[in-house]
């Protein structure tokens, strides 16, 4: 947890509900109704907290990510304990929810309380589900169920899913299934009607989750599996000026024999209704996805289920010595990609910082009205961890936050495409014209005061 308060934010992180400056209104329901095609008043009331208190982000934000994580660890290590995996089983089943690289979009991230915990209410509906008896168990996994949906809309998929793994592990009958889930739908509908009802009109559609070409569900698709089955090192893969191809194999030939040892199993381990149902809650958990919008930060969403799918095939396994063995070397190779991870997050944080910083530096008196000339580039990124450095600067909310958003408090952007740099100088001085205090020109990793 020490090492993720070091990150700094980046990209969205400075523009979402969790951050001190977020324009809510005055009024504080605000924070718990939908709003544009969000109901998440969790979000919310952190973002109230740290608008009480700006100098505790993003400090605050990684702490409550981590609790989830760390809850979330707990959980699945229980539920694995319920569905009778031996004990070597169980933990394998935490320690690849814990250190696998399908964690770090989220773990690592400051926006990203609302995936934790959607996932962490969700898999805790599981474990009700699964070890209390009626009707206590119905009304524990509801709760969870709801208080998940408040955090992420995805967590609908677990009004299903405890009821699939039950099935499965033949814990209830199908009936039964079906009458726990008239349940579910009715909370589902009541959930809706609600949602319509409190929806305001401050209402925006964000037209790239809803971009329904085959390319980019095929992208969604390599992504779900890539990043949650294949534990290598993708910074060193897919971010060219970190490509590093050697050191990529390395990770592949530490994490691999592991991965593929675990799941050479029998074909009756494969064909059965228990491994069916494990399957089948896994892509019920990632399909809000796959059919909008996955990015590093949504394996998370589906990555409980895929350590269970883990722990059961280490369960079956012929080859617990061998798993044993190979086990130290999975474990480097996640850390290993976890490290570099961190590395290239903490790197992208500072230099937003330093960013900041020169403008700070550069400025004799604190200015409320700004102007901000943006140069884009074609600098490669990878996700949230290797973030260009005009995201990280976050269109002038770097230096907000290093001010204790205090100033300034009016930023106007005009941003600029490479070969409209000839622009500048007249852009700068007609927004002094219009009595902008100060204009900014943020080029490359350099962010400097022009005017």
């Known amino acids: 947890m020490y090492w993720l308060t070091l990150l700094l934010p980046t ?23 939908p709003r544009y095609t969000y109901w998440r ?23 409550i990510v981590y609790i989830a994580h760390l809850g979330g660890t707990i959980t699945i290590y229980l ?18 929810f814990f250190i696998s690289p399908a964690m770090l979009g989220t773990v690592l991230g400051i926006d990203s309380p609302n995936q934790a915990y ?26 969870c169920a709801i208080i998940g949906i408040f955090a992420k809309e995805n967590a609908i998929v677990y009004f299903v899913i405890p009821q699939i793994i039950a099935v499965g592990f033949k814990r209830i009958t199908i009936s039964q299934a079906l009458k726990d889930t008239i349940w579910a739908v009715l909370v589902i509908i009541i959930y809706f009607s609600s949602r319509v009802l409190l929806t305001t009109d401050v209402v925006y559609i964000n037209d ?27 910074v060193s893969l897919v971010h060219p000026p970190c490509r590093n191809i050697p050191l990529t194999i390395a990770t592949i030939i530490l994490s691999f024999p592991f991965m593929i040892v675990l799941f050479a199993n029998k074909k009756k381990y494969w064909m059965n209704l228990q491994f069916a149902a494990l399957v089948i809650s ?58 570099h991870h961190w590395q290239k997050s903490y790197e992208s944080g500072l230099i937003g910082k330093r960013m900041a910083q020169d403008i700070v530096n550069s400025t004799t008196k604190p200015v409320n009205r700004v102007f901000i000339i943006i140069v884009n ?39 600029l495409e490479e070969d409209e740099a ?15 205090e100060a204009v900014w020109l943020v080029q490359k990793d350099s962010a400097k005061v022009i005017r």
Request: hydrophobic share 45%; glycine share 6%.
């Open 41 to 63: 008043p969790w979000d919310g009331i952190i973002g109230y907290v740290l608008s009480l208190k700006p100098n505790w982000f993003p400090t605050l934000n990684h702490i």
């Open 422 to 436: 000839y622009k500048i100088d007249s852009i700068a001085d007609k927004a002094i014209a219009e009595h902008y």
């Open 79 to 96: 539920i694995a304990k319920e569905l009778k995996f031996k004990s070597f089983a169980c933990n394998i089943t935490a320690l690849y």
């Open 11 to 33: 990209f969205d992180d400075w523009g979402y509900f969790t951050t001190p400056d977020y324009e809510y209104g005055e009024n504080f329901l605000d924070r718990l109704i």
């Open 282 to 339: 896994l892509f019920a958990a990632v399909s809000p996805h796959l059919t909008t919008l996955f990015t590093a930060m949504h394996p998370y969403a589906g990555l409980g289920m895929a350590a269970l799918i883990v722990g059961y095939m280490g369960d079956k396994s012929e080859h617990t010595s061998l798993l044993t063995k190979l086990l130290p070397l999975f474990i480097i190779s996640c850390i290993f990609i976890d490290w």
């Open 118 to 143: 959607s996932s962490f209410w969700g898999l805790l509906s599981v474990l009700f589900y699964l070890r209390l008896r009626k009707p206590y168990n119905v009304f524990l996994w509801l709760t």
């Open 377 to 415: 580039d074609d600098t490669p990124k990878y996700s949230s961890f290797c973030v260009i450095p005009r995201d990280a600067f976050g269109r002038g909310k770097s230096v907000c936050s290093l001010n204790g958003y205090v100033w300034p408090k009016d930023i106007e952007i005009a941003d």
């Open 208 to 234: 790239e989750y809803f971009e329904n070409t085959f390319a980019r569900k095929l992208k969604n698709v390599c992504v779900f599996l890539g990043m949650t089955w294949l534990p290598l090192d993708f």
